[in-house]
């Protein structure tokens, strides 16, 4: 069954009709041609598909398109301003946080959503309650960038990108 | 996966009359379990109500002093609420145990609570499962059962309810709002969820058309002082091995009062009467911790490969409450 | 003895060793790297497999009606139905060309539709019907027909035996047996493919491929097909470990369809799920080592005996024990590989196949013969040194540094002072302790390759070669080693690579990479300064072959020492590693950024099979019963705190041009002992088999 729905995706407005079934991570990929959230597993186990929905990160193939008509996405691609690349992006350049390169573009959105919710003072597990205000310790951001797995092993140097950012 | 009929509800009672009369309706809120079903075919459902945009969406004190939080409030809204992490700390650790930043910001409450078990063989359609098929088998009794109960199971399955959410709310004693076809009604959590008996195809007393709408958390003073320990393979994301929720009120040195519940050892959150009765009124000592903890897993029946849940359950018990009452000093 | 040793003619080095930024990392940052799934194409059919759900039998009937029916289904291929192929001499890729199955999750079948949800759809409609034959699908060790292979992978004979290891002289001897689990690959991006049957006998695939040429002669075999018009294009690879380094059952599936839907390019990435019985898996080993030594440590006797898994289909045997024949001296020593024949899918590579899971046995015996004798595990190793080759009496190329890797590892990590007693040093709940273990890998040198230099009118060099890059950064060495070679600045190399219309390469495996393409690199550079000197024409082109062996008489075999403290929660068995340390001795290194980030990506590895993965395989159904990333769990982000490498600066001047080695695997192997042995020094407990989850403490005695 077919639903008409509009994504406004790197600031573009897309509209398309979906099959019910189709995920949001499948309308990007398969639809619109946004290649940069990856499929990595498919069913929220690795964070390669992750993208700002709706300004938070978010998975993208645990979640339907049509369910997400008239919502924002903003992908690794987004984030860069052509060959201008996010602070983020730069720092997993400068430190090589990526080696594959597959996991990287969920890493990076996942990144940037992580940032912000360490400035709202969202709290994470390992957060010793401070009530508000969160350090970003090597131990937070491991722990909060643990939704984004990287076979190739390139997390020490992802910790550092982010350390270099959130300073 | 096949082909359903998409549906945004506009409001409570019409999605819950939608999906009564269809009876293969299924409500679709954050997704993160429901669709990872969809594709694994375990759920088939014809037509999908989504709630995700009702506005059950928020956290509200009440005046009696309990807290009721929305259906639909996102898990990692919930974590980081101020409320939540002043008055009941051990819901935000708990939630902040589960999954990860970019699936807490798209499960809710609801949702978590009827997530479904994460045996293998439920989730693998080729396999036999009575809880996916009744009178199928059970494919883990004497298959790969590392991860599952060793409390309350039946010879119809052994599987584990894996809501670290559901924990925490056990302890607490929250109260589920429901609204169905009949109307509104108030499920004490500890009434929400079923042992496998001979009908493990049902996870909870809910019904085809039952909506939760709100969960309550009562003034619990005591919730102040608590704590979630998980206990899981990896340091991060990852199911609960065993886990604890527990909050105490010690004064001078003797418990004046306890709750716990475990998690990963049966097919709901298990909460340890036993244990706390055998507490209340001892003096807070390790002892004391350990000689509950044993008596509340006395009854354990592990299985070929879940024995050592028992020793890590206590000791995990043990050493929640050894953190709790040596923060209290 | 005395060896006469050939000294290549060594680069002169400007570029490389340099720590270039990665000359991929924009696109990938920003997720505009094409990936072979991501290719654009223009009416895409989309692929879904059917598989078979019982692991030994005969498909008997295939009701295809229902999936037929849906719209969208373009077509239902089956056994009855599928084009034919010319060749099975790799039964891996005889895909549904026969009735036979030969294990759980073969594909019977595959549904072609206008979408990937209708595709899945159908694919889940077409009813196959089996004879179910009995299946064996458990590796025991006292099974009564295990076999003796003929040869092992990569060319390693079978069984080696020296001196007497019964008789030797033994004041303390080790005799344990090690389990290592069925561990699968998994790199982050799943094998895909995009196949297109452009017309009669002409093929295009975009893949996720280690080896192009690989890929391109397997598919032209058993299709029959003139390797010149098959064409296989990989620039972007996510991941692969062995596991994309040959053709597998899905190339010959998304053929077939492309067959039967000529012009359309046919879209197939596997599942998750899929993955876990499609494209190889190191296989599971039982490992029965026994050191037998004087009482100040001095090894009289060596034997590694190995029992692991291969398939009915198709046989693998991994080189697990290869490790124990060069790594110590010892007079006496006995090695040899055993192989049950099981009704499972087919092992295959595997990140360091043979040394990483023998490392773990031979290091952990090692440690416990340490422990034994009351030595320091590095003296141990260190009177233990081997002067020469114990395989072929030859020194080692470039030297075998491996007592200075523990040495400088030692210093680096602040071995010394340790205090060797186990389980006695606590901080809060944590028990915590050391541990160390040696790593080796060989050097390989691939033949069949060849490189293109071609001067161009923007006054660059165009450097042609059909070598891949796996997330290894052969984007960036490989210029390198260009510039160097052609003495240019990097900035003025173009490298082509990841297509087999590009001069043939050999595998991205084995940690050849960088000997195999650099040697080919460099000889097309030379011919085409030989022939036009430094003011080439535009246009000026030169092409070469890598030289066979460069050197003489030699050993040619990296080192490497891995350094681990650990902390086991007293109460609860988790196991966290706040540290890592790895020194290895690998030759030059090219570019010290990526190979920083393969040094540390392998010791990541090691770290995720010392502490998380093991597939496990339910012998009643023959398949892999935890398929995803939720229940096969890898190291996340979480569980890797202070890993750092480091390299003795060294140059190879026997290896190649480049002075190097290959840098992928050794990473991985030795990790897992480390981590292993630094778990008997907090807590008093040896575990023998991988993994070391809480379970595995907590029923060896810790609570």
Known sequence: MDESITLHVDGRKRSLTVDTRTTLLDALRERLGVTAPKKGCDHGQCGSCTVLLDGRRATTCLTLAVAHDGAEVVTAD????????????????????????????????????????????????VTRDGAGRVELTDEEIRERMSGNLCRCGAYPNIVAAIREVAR | MNPFEYRRAM?????????????????LAGGTNLVDHL????????????????????????????????????????????????????????LLAGASGQLRNLATTGGNLLQRTRCVYFQDVTTPCNKREPGSGCSALEGYNRGHAILGASEQCVAVHPSDLAVALTALEAEVQVLGPAGERTIPIGELYRLPG???????????????????LPELPMAACSAYRKVRDRASYAFALVSVAAAVDVADGVIRDVRIAFGGVAHRPWRATRAEQLL?????????????????????????HNAFKVPLAASTLVATLRGLTEEGR | MTTELVTVDLLHFHAIGVPLERADGTIKVTGRAPYAFEHPVTEPVYLHPVQATVARGRVTGADTAAARALPGVIAVLTHENAPRMVSGD??????????????????????????????????????????????????????????????????????????????????????????????HNNPMEPHAVIALWAEPGELLLYDSSQGVHRVRGALATAFGLDPGRVRVVSPYVGGGFGSKGSAHAHH?????????????????????????????????????????????????????????????????????????????????????????????????????????????????????LAVACGLDPIELRARNEPGTDPVTGRPWSGGRHLVECLREGARRFGWDPRDPT?????????????????????????PGNRATVRYTPDGRYSVLIGAVDIGTGTWTTLAQIAADALEVPVGAVALEIGDSDLPQASVAGGSSGMSSWGSAVVAAARAFRARYGEGPPVGAEASAEAPAEPGGDFAADSFGAQFAEVRVNADTGEVRVPRMLGVFSAGKIINPRTARSQFIGGMIMGLSAALHEESVLDPRFGHVVNHDFADYHIAACADVVDIDAAWLEEVDPHANPMGSRGIGEIGIVGAPAAIANAVHHATGIRVRDLPITPDRLLTHGLL
């Open chain 1, 78 to 125: 987004g984030l860069a301003e052509g060959d201008s690349l996010h602070p983020v992006q730069r720092a997993f350049l400068d430190h090589d946080g990526l080696q594959c390169g597959y996991c990287t573009p969920g890493q990076v959105c996942s990144a940037v959503g992580m940032l912000a919710e360490a400035a709202a003072g969202w709290p994470s597990h």
């Open chain 2, 11 to 27: 409001d409570a009672t019409a999605a819950v009359a939608l999906v009564t009369e269809h009876p293969g309706a299924a409500f």
């Open chain 2, 39 to 94: 594709k694994l075919g375990v759920a088939r459902p014809d037509l999908l109500v989504d709630v995700s945009r009702l506005p059950l969406d928020t956290i509200s004190s009440l005046p009696d002093g309990r807290v009721r939080v929305g259906a639909a409030v996102r898990n990692s809204d919930l974590a980081a609420d101020p409320l939540i992490r002043r008055r009941y700390p051990m819901l935000s650790a708990a």
């Open chain 2, 198 to 216: 001979d009908a493990p195809e049902r996870d909870t007393v809910l019904s085809h058309g039952d909506l939760i709408t709100a969960v309550d």
């Open chain 2, 280 to 304: 209340r009124g001892e003096p807070a000592t390790e002892t004391a911790f350990a000689a509950a903890a044993h008596a509340e897993l006395a009854p354990a029946r592990p299985l070929a």
């Open chain 3, 90 to 183: 790799d039964p891996e890729l005889w895909v549904l060309q026969s009735t036979e199955i030969a294990f759980r999750g073969q594909f019977v079948g595959a549904v072609l539709a206008e979408t990937l949800e209708v595709a899945r759809h159908a694919a889940d409609l077409v009813r196959m019907e089996y004879e179910n034959l009995p299946h064996d699908a458990e590796l025991d060790p006292r099974r009564d027909d295990l076999y003796a292979p003929d040869v092992l992978n990569a060319g390693y004979p079978t069984d080696t035996a020296e001196g007497d290891v019964d008789a030797a002289p033994a004041a303390v001897t080790i005799d344990r047996t090690y389990r290592t689990p069925m561990e």
């Open chain 3, 252 to 368: 010959a599936l998304a053929v077939l369809a492309a067959q039967a839907v000529p012009g359309r390019p046919v879209k197939f990435a596997l599942t998750r799920q899929q993955m876990f019985s499609q494209v190889g898996y190191r296989t599971p080993t039982v490992q029965h080592v026994r050191l037998s030594a004087t009482a100040d440590g001095r090894l009289t006797a060596i034997s590694h005996e190995v029992v692991e898994q291969t398939a009915r289909l198709k046989e693998f045997a991994e080189q697990t024990a290869v490790c124990s024949r060069m790594m110590y001296t010892a007079p006496n020593r006995r090695t040899s590989h055993r192989l049950a024949r099981l009704d499972v899918p087919v092992p295959a590579w595997m990140r360091a196949p043979g040394e990483a899971p023998g490392m773990f046995a031979a290091e952990v015996a090692m440690d416990e």
């Open chain 3, 422 to 446: 186990p389980g006695v040093r606590r901080d809060g709940e944590w028990l915590v302790g050391t541990g160390v273990a040696a790593s080796t890998y060989p050097r390989h040198l691939l």
